[in-house]
């Protein structure tokens, strides 16, 4: 597809009025039957996740591994690469009811014998989400991103929590709207672009949702005054010299939507609430992450948890999102801009994150940074639930408490190290079920006394103390507070548990 087929597309959205989900239902079901979703797309095409389909390989992708021709072939071709298959191909594997609603609906079009598709089709945890095709998303502003990495890392690790009302922030294709129906009595996406509204809606009849509604607007304005229980958010975050992809670019410094949302918690979150958004993490010299991110909440009573991973040079990622091709006469200039604009802020590392905040104004607020591999598929880590831990290791009647529970290792851990690096530094590390990695301060050489106490049987928590102060008293460090707040840090990311 070139960029004057993509632009005269602009306007074109989906045909909603008087469409019901009941009339696709008959096509999402096929969908299904024909095992459209992650693990059997990614097993076809050899890859492991999502920002492994590398679209210079698409002649490869075609022949060899969607060669078999199969359904699940064809609607790949159609739907994930853009590509024109025979209609009678598509006749045989959905039946012509089902064309003749995907062409009045605009899921399909038809050149002579042939069919296509404008759109792309996603699946994500169960739900199929329309997007613009990957091929698109280069050339104009108002493209209904595709489901990236972020969309993704979002989705796996969406916290397992009951809302009565959920905002999501720059909703897009309605995504994380959709996945948060589940558990909501009501959600509420939001979006700039009105294409991607338009979208949204749509998602929500092909994915039988009938409890979400999508409004076009800036951020919070759509909701002004309104409270909710959850906030949702996936905001532009690269950090450009312009912002002529704004569904991707998130500013300058990639940081002014990222710290709207931040900002605005406060004022729409409810008392006990939550908020979870997935971010870059842009690195400036001589700064502390978590203390920007505080900087931004209006109020300190937050409970704050950082997920990062992904952390690199910014050359590659400077070179990964320029918007010139290299073959155009205007790269050199763009990239320079480009360069120019992260040394002036002094950008020195760039890596991708997730925040989650919960609000208590009755507790003292509490901040972790964990780095982790990002899960393949969907987390068995709850962050409300590390959110909540966090909220009580304030409270001095709940520290107390821990000496009667009984502690074990968490069943989703693997296993845990420590071992020497090659600077004689010492690294510590856990292996969850899922195979995500953390390895951060609060594994040291004192919580890794507390896992050695209670790997073979679990024990109560005055029993660990007595063990613990006998291995680690004579420790230079070792004080009265210190066996409880390891035992908290361990509590908190999801090593340890309770019966």
Known sequence: MKAGEIYSKLNDHFKLKGLTKEELLPFYQKLREYNYDEPHIFEKLGITDVDDIDLRYLPAY?????????????????????????????????????????????????????????????????????????FTRSYVSRTVYPLGVDSYALA??????????????????????????????????????PRA?????????????????????????PVAGRKFNWIIANPPFVPSPDEKLYFRHGSQSG?????????????????????????????????????????????????????????????PYILNHVTVPAYDPGYNDELLKWVRSYKEQEITKIGDGLSFIKKTPESKPVTLFANIRMPLE???????????????????????????MIFRIADRVDFFWDGTQSDGSKKYGVLFNNSSVLMNEVLDIF???????????????????????????????????????????????GIITTD
């Open 62 to 134: 075609l022949e060899f591994n969607l060669g078999a021709n199969d359904p699940l072939d064809r609607l790949l071709k159609i739907y994930l690469f853009a590509r024109q298959v025979e209609e009678k191909e598509l006749l045989e594997i959905l039946g012509e009811d089902i064309i003749s609603v995907l062409l009045r609906r605009g899921l399909l079009e038809k050149t002579d014998d042939k069919v296509s598709s404008p759109v792309a089709l996603f699946p994500c945890l169960g739900y199929i989400l329309a997007t613009d095709h990957m």
């Open 156 to 193: 796996r690790v969406m916290m397992d929590i009951e809302a009565d009302e959920a905002l999501d922030l720059c909703t897009g294709c309605g995504v994380h709207a959709l996945i948060a129906s589940k558990t909501s009595k009501k959600v509420t996406g939001i979006d700039k672009n």
């Open 197 to 221: 509204v338009n979208f949204a809606k749509f998602n929500a009849l092909l994915n039988q949702v009938d409890n979400a509604e999508f409004l076009q607007g800036d951020m919070y304005e």
């Open 255 to 315: 940081e002014r939507l990222f710290s709207q949302v931040v900002s605005g918690l406060d004022e729409h979150l409810e008392n006990g609430g939550y908020a979870q958004i997935v971010h870059s993490m842009v690195f400036h010299k001589n700064e502390k992450y978590e203390d920007k991110i505080r900087g931004w909440l209006s109020s300190p009573s937050m409970q704050l948890l950082i997920f990062g991973t992904r952390f690199g040079r910014v050359e």
């Open 378 to 404: 969907k987390s068995d880590i709850n962050p409300a639930s590390i959110l909540d831990l966090m909220e009580k290791r304030s409270l001095e009647d709940f520290r107390e408490s821990l000496n009667d």
């Open 447 to 493: 919580t890794i006394i507390i896992l050695d106490i209670i790997t073979a049987n679990p024990r109560k928590g005055s029993e660990i103390r007595t063990i613990f102060e006998k291995a680690a008293g004579h420790h230079p460090l070792y004080n009265d507070k210190l066996f409880t707040d390891k035992l908290l840090d361990l509590m908190v990311d």
